[in-house]
């Protein structure tokens, strides 16, 4: 058993408490660096496999593995959570990020250097990655069940909005710094070994300055999808009683899966966050190799990192714009949300289809993660707010697989498309979103009626 935290005073009786600035600051930290590592490595992957003259599709696909065992292990590291602490998992989600962005360096070095063949090289990049899946995933849940359980049902949803922006703070700080990163000797793999070291000082902080931790309330945050992107939301689950005990929904994961796909309250935001998810998976992943091809960079990908950070970096603002200016300024619902947000991404991908200046490409990025930012909080308010609050678990689970679902297989798959024929991949995408389009205008129950069944 963890030692009790002694810092953690209960501010009511009823054992209600807040966290200290110091402490959110430190857990805040945590999921910034995995965040702005991604991102970073994000950035330069397409100029490295330019430079080892790999097909687009195989760097693309690279990803798979890991993305495919983050879905399985989340869960499962949330679980032991429980029983380990959750400062703990942290410390293994950490160890997961260092391993595996420093063996993923090594690797690339090696290949970059000669040392190893291309396909050896991207074999070994894959299994080293295969490690931020299987164990980087312990941090998130932890992080936020750690929020969860120390602070009272009225400051937990503040406080997990807070942990959950820094995914959103990590794609721009991530973009931002890999170029400068980029240093003789280590060339396109140095920002691997400066977000490992990064890494390193956070791990020897939570180590130091966290307390073990004995929870005062069950823990109830979401399970995050992997932080590829601004994406990555949380969402508080279950309800409490008077006694600060959570509700627990029937039957396994399999089970509530299940549930909430027969569900037809759910069923046609999940259709539409399935679907709107591929799209944004799919464009995002064609935009780094669309910019190498574009601005002529193929014969010098050296110089491609900083066009793509760029462009990143401009797609990130546009995303926190949406959520944090746009959504509540306009008052939007969810079915409002989700429709006008996937029709900005729409035009944003028209846009990237037919951009060949830089200017250009950085404005259609902007537009897709606007719209984006719009569309991925309606369909998973939508979602939530179209059951009860007993069912709020079942939800917001159901919600996290579709958001990480996206991103197993329709990165390669877009990137695939792409360097077949780049009218066709942007044509799918296309479609995609008007899928969506459809979905909602058809089955999504409209904001007056969605926020009326929630009354008491």
């Keep these: ?45 397409p100029s490295i496999g330019t430079e080892l003259k790999v097909e687009d599709f195989w760097i693309s696909l690279a990803y798979t593995w890991s993305a495919l065992l983050w879905m399985i292990c989340a869960p499962l590291w949330a679980r032991r959570s429980d029983k380990r602490g959750r400062k703990a998992m942290m410390g293994i989600g950490l160890l997961g990020f260092i391993a595996s962005f420093g063996l993923c360096g090594l690797a690339l070095w090696l290949g970059l250097n000669g040392w190893l063949s ?10 080293c ?42 794609t721009i700080i991530g973009p931002a710094l890999a170029p400068l990163f980029i240093l003789p000797g280590l060339g396109l793999t140095g920002p691997f070994v400066a977000f490992t070291l990064i890494a390193v000082a956070v791990l020897i902080a939570l180590r130091t300055f966290l307390p073990s931790d ?14 590829f992107s601004t994406n990555s939301n949380v969402a508080v689950q279950g309800s409490e009683d008077e006694g600060g005990v959570a509700e627990r929904e029937p039957g396994g994961p399999i089970a509530i899966l299940k549930r909430a796909w027969n569900d037809r309250r759910t069923r046609p935001w999940l259709v539409a966050g399935l679907l709107g998810g591929h799209a944004q998976a799919a464009v995002m992943g064609i935009v780094g190799f ?150 909602g205008v058809r089955n999504m129950t409209k904001d007056e009626n969605l926020t009326e069944r929630r009354k008491p």
């Excluded at 941090?139 to 400051?155: H, I, L, N």
């Excluded at 929870?215 to 992997?226: C, E, H, Q, R, V």
Aim: charged share 10%; with cysteine; aromatic share 8%.
């Design 1 to 45: 058993m963890s030692r009790s935290d002694p810092q953690l005073i209960p501010s009511a009786p009823g054992g209600t408490a807040s966290l200290p600035p110091g402490r959110v600051a430190l857990l805040f930290t945590v999921v910034l660096v995995t965040a702005s590592g991604n991102t970073a490595m994000q950035t330069v992957m």
């Design 118 to 127: 291309a396909i050896g090289t991207l074999v070994m990049f894959a299994a």
């Design 129 to 170: 990655r295969s490690l931020y899946g299987g164990f980087g995933s312990a941090a998130p849940p932890a992080v936020q069940a750690y929020v969860a359980s120390r602070t009272s049902r009225a400051e937990r949803t503040q406080a997990l909005s807070l942990i959950s922006s820094s995914f959103a703070l990590g």
């Design 214 to 227: 004995d929870p005062a309330f069950a823990g109830k945050g979401d399970i995050t999808a992997a932080p």
């Design 290 to 439: 669309l910019i190498l091809d574009r601005l002529g960079l193929r014969e010098t990908p050296l110089l491609g990192s900083e066009p793509i950070s760029r462009a990143m970096i401009f797609g990130a603002f546009a995303t926190l714009i949406a959520q944090w200016g746009l959504i509540p300024l306009l008052r939007l619902g969810p079915r409002a949300s989700c429709l006008w947000g996937i029709a900005v991404a729409s035009a944003g991908v028209a846009l990237l289809s037919v951009a060949g200046r830089e200017y250009t490409i950085d404005l259609a990025v902007a537009l897709i993660s606007l719209g984006f930012g719009l569309f991925r909080p309606g369909f998973t308010s939508g979602a939530s707010l179209a059951v009860s609050r007993a069912e709020q678990s079942q939800s917001a689970g159901v919600v996290a697989s579709v958001n990480g679902a996206a991103y197993i297989f329709a990165p390669a798959v877009g990137v695939w498309l792409y360097g077949h024929d780049p009218w066709i991949g942007f044509t799918v995408i296309e479609l995609l979103c008007l899928a969506v389009i459809v979905v």
